[in-house]
Each structure stands twice: as C-alpha cells, then as structure tokens.
C-alpha cells in the first residue's frame, strides 16, 4: 500500500474494527488500524477519505466502500409473457383453429424470439444464471423454429426438414427443458408447473412429429395452450404483486 503525503507511514499490522454498514447511505465503512509510534499522516489518502490520526497510538484508515444498488426491472415478467403468448398463438395452430400464417412466424420473431433474448441480457445482468440461460435459450428456439420454417422457401437448395429431423429437433428440447425444470423446485409452483407442461408439451410433439399421428399432435395443441397460458400468469402476476406491493395472484412460494 503506497501513501502519498509529507511523512511516510510506519508499517501496520492490521486489526480489522469493521465493516460497518450505513444501509441509509448505502455505504460501508471498513476501519483498518496500524501499530505504531505517533505519526503526522498529514495528507495521506487511501482510496476517497483522508487517513486521520485517531490517537498518539494508533492511525486509522478509513476506507468507505460504496455498495452500487440494483435498480433496474425485473425482466422476468417481459420474458414469460413473450414465451406464453407466442406459445398459445402457436398451438392454437397445432390444436387445428388455423394454419401456420404470417402471425405466428412475427410473433416468433419479435416477441417471442427478440423479446426473451432481451430479457435473457438482463437477467445476465443481475447474475441470474437460470433466468439468462431460460429466456435466452428459449428466445433462440423461436427464432430458430422460424428460420426452419422459412429457409427452405428462401433457399430453394436447403432441403427441408423431416418429420425425423423435426422429432429429434423437439426430443433435444424436451430433454432441456426437463433438466432445467428441477432448476424450478427453487422458485415457485408456477413456475415449476410451466416448465413440467413444456417438457410435456416437447415430448408429445416430438411423438407426434415421429409417428405421424395428427391426433397426437392436436392433443399437444391443447396442452401447449394450457402451458402458454401458465407461463402468460406468472409473467402478469409479477407484474401485479410489485405494482401493489402485496399478492394479488399467488404464485406459490416454495419453502426452503
């Protein structure tokens, strides 16, 4: 440690009196004291505060340690309703109410494709491994689902995909998705139950797609609505809860 001032400071042997914190300033202040014979530390600085002398026996620095406050949202919400509501567009279309249209391929992309990803960034940003691995994968997986949908009618040399390809494509996803649903036993019920009725919702496809059964596959429809519309009430009951400050929509807390 180099102290700049008229006299340079005897060596220390340091006895450590803190932290304390001040929560209403939001700061930290760390007292390190050093042996020695009186000293003129005169302007001597270590980090922001002047060292002063505290008594003829001992110098006190003074270190203050600035704790940076998280305010930014959270992105959770943004992220569950981008994957619920392009969920639900998507199987209304697998239960069979309509085709596969322009819809559902720009919801793919916008919201749920570019929307999770964003809030897969902010969840980065708050050290949220499970939120940044989730919504980043998962808004991938829409923007990759569009491009496989729509490269072979870009590129008339790309072969499209089979039914095997697209079950294997599926089968990868179900297997994701129930690995990181034992990262939900963590969080809360609602969560756990959109992320069991994905992996379930994966596996039915993944057969149907394979079999070639188009019962199955509408079956699948319904119960993707089902997971969407989970996924749609955990996103809104965050959002609710912190805007009043109390549970409107309970979303099951775990105990630890």
């Known amino acids: 440690m180099v102290l700049a001032g008229d006299k340079q400071a005897p060596a220390f042997e340091p006895a450590l009196e803190g932290p304390s914190f001040d929560y209403r300033e ?8 050093w042996r020695g014979g009186p000293a003129r530390i005169g302007d001597a ?3 922001t505060n002047a060292c002063q002398p505290q008594n003829p026996a001992m110098d006190v620095a003074t270190l203050t340690l600035t704790q940076i406050k998280d305010n930014t949202a959270n992105p959770a919400p943004l992220g569950l309703l981008a994957f619920g509501m392009t969920t639900v567009l998507l199987n209304l279309h697998n239960a069979g109410y309509y085709e596969l249209n322009s819809m559902i391929l720009a919801m793919g992309i916008c919201y749920g ?13 708050k050290n949220n ?17 569009v491009v496989l949908v729509l490269l072979p009618k870009a590129i ?3 072969t499209p995909t089979s039914a095997g390809g697209l079950g294997a494509y599926l089968i990868v996803w179900g297997v994701f ?3 990181m649903f034992f990262g939900t036993l963590r969080l809360n019920r609602a969560i756990q139950f959109v992320f069991a009725s994905l992996t379930i919702l994966f596996g039915l496809l993944a057969v149907g797609e394979l079999t070639e059964m ?3 596959t509408r079956l699948a429809g319904y119960e993707g609505i089902v997971c969407g519309l989970s996924a ?5 009951a965050q959002v609710l809860n912190e805007q009043f400050g109390a549970v409107v929509l309970p979303l099951g807390a775990v105990r630890p």
């Open 113 to 125: 494709g570019i929307a999770q990803v964003i809030a897969g960034i902010m969840e980065w940003k």
């Open 129 to 145: 491994t499970f939120g940044t691995t989730a919504f980043t994968s998962y808004g991938l997986f829409w923007l990759s689902l």
């Open 156 to 158: 008339p040399a790309v």
């Open 232 to 236: 749609m009430y955990a996103g809104l």
């Open 177 to 179: 998705t129930g690995v």
């Open 214 to 216: 188009a019962g199955l």
């Open 26 to 33: 939001n700061t930290a202040k760390l007292l390190i004291p």
């Open 45 to 47: 600085r270590w980090g």
